[in-house]
């Protein structure tokens, strides 16, 4: 089935130091900073009502560590050597050569 999904969060009424410049902060706020702090989820059907509906508070911001992704040469480079050893592969053994 598909759908239409949203997801939100809300974190608004806080003092002007939480977000004081248009760069990300490196700590996640302390949640008692704002009055209030809320998310939501919708999944709506396209052709009807709402499917499913989630309103709640949050009671705590948690940074979590990023996952490290592998670096761009390395990932075409082994890209390129799938593709030599798959081409290897599929070349036809020469009859002259099968028999000396």
């Known amino acids: 089935d598909y759908g239409f999904q949203s997801l939100g969060i809300q974190l608004s009424g806080g003092s002007s130091s939480v977000f004081d410049n248009d760069s990300l902060p490196l700590s996640p706020p302390d949640i008692a900073d704002f009055t209030e702090a809320g998310f939501g989820y919708v999944l709506r059907d396209p052709f009807g ?20 992704e592998p670096a761009s040469l390395a990932l075409m480079s082994l890209g390129l050597v799938g593709l030599g050893f798959a081409h290897r592969k599929k070349q036809p053994v020469n009859p002259v050569q099968k028999w000396f």
């Open 49 to 68: 009502p709402v499917v499913l509906s989630v309103i709640g508070t949050l009671t705590e911001l948690t940074l979590v560590s990023t996952i490290p």
